[in-house]
């Protein structure tokens, strides 16, 4: 089915189960224990054997000789996987270093062996026996040092590096009120719950891969590359996932891995990559350097913004692209953005966590924050007033499909009390603290991708949904089960969701924000195709066909679905692919976050004391898990803001804070309270759901309105994150 036009009046708009909050229908199987996760697979692979990971002890360099002997004759070793015996081996699309190094090594920690035996206990201790010399060469590893040199605008997917309107050096020169700041962001670890794991089997030359991935078809993809064999040879297997956050968007080293060890051995391998073995083998977020210019009048209207920004990654990496947000965000004449790549030898960089916007409003709305100082104008007020509802860059004839900024900010700034706010910092006292409160915009974009499912009627009536697509911990099972509940009139417990495995139709996968969106649209169009089928089967006009209560109805006849499914049951597969549409509108979600913070007078200890926000993202699909998903990510961003930090071994080249003993992130006593506002919105331009992204929206712009509350507390300005004590006093 494609989508090309509004969708006007849909069977998605009844709203009977879609849209209302419901329970997570994993819910039960995930606390009980009863999920199984990939390395858990034991009833799929009860005779696996287990992997451990060596790591490279240097950033840069190579191999000089490897000498296994003492590993291979450890108890219980069944055999070691290096470059010298896994033969030929392709390179993933998204991996910038080989998964398996050697004889040259490209970061700290990249893998350069796998020894396989009996047990867990016997793999880990034999590993330690492995005995390597390298020849280590110098390395670059300091963003702020490099970016000082000259730096090459980025090969990117898809995303400029330059963007340009109007003309910024002229219309900064002439503003009335400037500002002209630096801000940094520090390397970040995603740090899920569950690290990444495999466990791997071959059927003759069939591969099996439980993992945990969140884009399978891709994931079968660059599977079959690196290997070198035919895609339809394997399988990936990936129904429960205990986080993903952009670490597991593409294949890592312990599928890679779990798949050479089981050929070698002969049996089912389990791999995976240890917590403390995570930040320097897998992927994070790039630490950036931030310039941000803005030119505006005196009532604080900008006039010229621009925005550029520095990270580094092994050759052939890409940007953290931050500067995304500040292209469609506010309005303004004269514009230019910049993304600068720097070669750094550290781990590979690349998405976590909404990539580009996140740190980049950590950037832009403090930025914002001081316009609003400067200008006097209170910060809310301010960005109403720079609100364009088009692209800035690209003018009217580009409109927003819909951007209700202004809904959140008033709304938000309502309910959390914005109005008991002191414009002058460093006014409000509460016993030791200094108390003072924050805004940010929220800004994410919102893609669609093509995603298809197949579904079912059995002869009881059930329906039964599949599609590859993954539930990464944000309700895709749930809404998937809404959607098809919706279409053909059933209840929400009529409806088995069946997900993450690469037998089913191709998805959009979960990343960027596009899963739900995407996802259930591709559920809509194989729903309209199995109530076709229905239909027609009924002897009733499809299109005046109507689904309730488990019949097909027509003027006053009706059929149950068990009856027309039979004995064979009924089923239809579609997908939802989509045209030119972000070419006519532009596409986004919007929202304002707000937070209030304490900060004692003595130690410069900060709390967040409450945090509220308003969010404008189309159709919420399920109010209750798009909540938890949006505190979660307000989370993430205090995370950002205070906590989160991977510090870099300038001399040697790997982040030294790697485990989640020093690698810090918060937990609930860090936040009393959190509340999130849902602005009613129906994007009839994103997709027959009339929905869109919301997972990582929540995330964008947190943090800034906790740095924003610092200062409103304290009058002390802070570019330099994490926000930590030592810089407040
Ligand atoms: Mo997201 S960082 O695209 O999984």
Redesign the pocket.
């Known amino acids: 089915m494609k989508f090309d036009t509004p969708a006007g009046i849909n069977p998605i708009d009844k709203g009977r189960v879609v849209g209302i909050p419901h329970d997570r229908i994993d819910g039960a199987a995930k606390v009980t224990g009863s999920a199984p996760y990939a390395y858990e697979r034991h009833d799929a692979a009860p005779n696996a054997v287990y992997g451990w990971i060596v790591g490279s002890a240097i950033a840069k360099g190579r191999i000089a000789a490897m000498d296994l002997r003492a590993a291979e004759a450890a108890p219980g070793v069944l055999g070691i996987v290096t470059h010298a015996n896994a033969g030929k081996l392709g390179k993933g699309s998204m991996n910038t270093a080989p998964l398996l190094g050697g004889p040259q090594v490209d970061h700290y920690e990249q893998a350069v062996a796998l020894v396989i035996a009996d047990t867990f206990e016997n793999a880990r201790d034999a590993a330690k026996l492995v005995r390597i010399d390298y020849t280590p060469e110098d390395g670059k590893y300091d963003l702020a040092a490099e970016s000082l040199k000259g730096v090459m605008p980025p090969d990117s997917f898809g995303t400029p590096a330059d963007t340009k309107a109007g003309d910024f050096d002229d219309g900064f020169a002439k503003a009335a009120v400037k500002i002209d700041q630096r801000y940094t962001t520090p390397d970040h670890s995603h740090a899920m719950m569950e690290p990444h794991a495999t466990t791997a089997a071959w059927n003759g030359d069939r591969l099996t891969l439980w993992t945990s991935n ?1 884009m399978i078809a891709w994931g079968v993809g660059e599977v079959a590359k690196t290997l070198g064999i035919p895609k339809e040879k394997v399988r990936l297997v990936s129904p429960y996932i205990g986080g ?3 670490s597991k ?1 593409f294949l890592r080293a312990d599928a890679l891995l779990a798949a050479l060890g089981a050929k070698q051995v002969g049996r089912p391998v389990k791999v995976a990559i240890a917590r403390h073995q995570i930040p320097n083998n897998t992927t994070h977020r790039p630490a950036t350097i931030q310039r941000i210019r803005i030119g505006a009048d005196k009532d604080g209207v900008i006039d010229a913004i621009g925005h550029e920004v520095w990270s580094g990654d092994l050759p052939g990496g890409s940007p953290e692209t931050a500067a995304q947000q500040t292209r469609l965000l506010y309005r303004g004449a004269n514009r230019m953005t910049a993304h600068r790549l720097v070669t750094l030898n550290l781990p590979e960089g690349n ?5 580009g916007e996140a740190v980049g409003l950590l950037a832009l709305e403090v930025a914002m924050d001081e316009l609003a100082e400067a200008c006097g104008v209170d910060p809310v007020e301010l960005r109403i007033r720079n609100d364009v509802q088009y692209d800035p860059e690209a003018g009217p004839q580009r409109p927003y499909s819909s951007r209700k900024l202004v809904e959140c900010l008033r709304a938000g700034a309502d309910r959390f009390g914005w109005d008991k706010r002191k414009a002058k910092p460093g006014q409000v006292r509460d016993g030791r603290w200094l108390v003072g409160m924050g805004v940010a915009a929220a800004f994410r974009n919102n893609l669609v991708g093509k995603s298809g499912a197949r579904i079912g009627v059995d002869a009881q009536g059930k329906v039964i949904v599949e599609t590859d697509m993954t539930d990464i911990g944000t309700g895709s099972y749930t809404i998937i089960g809404q959607t098809a509940a919706e279409m053909l009139g059933v209840p929400l417990d009529q409806v088995i969701v069946r997900l993450g495995d690469s037998r089913f139709p191709v998805s959009a996968g ?3 924000q596009w899963g739900a969106n995407s996802s259930t649209a591709g559920v809509y169009a194989a729903a309209m195709a199995l109530r076709a089928k229905l239909a027609e089967k009924a002897g009733y006009p499809a299109d005046k066909a109507q689904f309730d209560d488990g019949l097909v109805k027509f003027d006053n006849k009706s059929q149950t679905l068990a009856a027309l499914a039979g004995r064979e049951g009924l089923w239809a597969e579609d997908s939802m692919e989509y045209g030119d549409l972000d070419k006519r509108y532009a596409q986004a979600t919007f929202g304002a976050h707000f937070c209030e913070v304490g900060v004692d007078i003595d130690t410069a200890e900060v709390r967040v004391r409450r945090m509220g926000g308003a969010f404008a993202a189309g159709r919420i699909l399920n109010p209750k898990s798009a909540r938890s998903q949006v505190i979660g990510a307000m989370t993430m961003g205090v995370g950002a803001a205070l906590m989160e930090s991977l510090e870099v071994d300038t001399r040697f080249g790997f982040f030294v804070n790697h485990d989640m003993a020093e690698y810090v992130v918060p937990v609930h006593a860090d936040i009393p309270q959190q509340d999130v506002l849902f602005i009613d919105e129906l994007d009839d331009k994103s997709s027959p759901m009339k929905a869109k992204g919301v997972g990582e929206l929540g995330i964008c712009g947190a943090g800034a309105a906790v740095a924003n509350a610092i200062y409103n507390a304290t009058g002390i300005r802070l570019r330099d994150y994490p926000l930590t004590i030592d810089k407040l006093l």
């Open positions: 969140q993903g956050f952009g968007l998405a976590m966590r909404a990539p979960s990343g960027g």
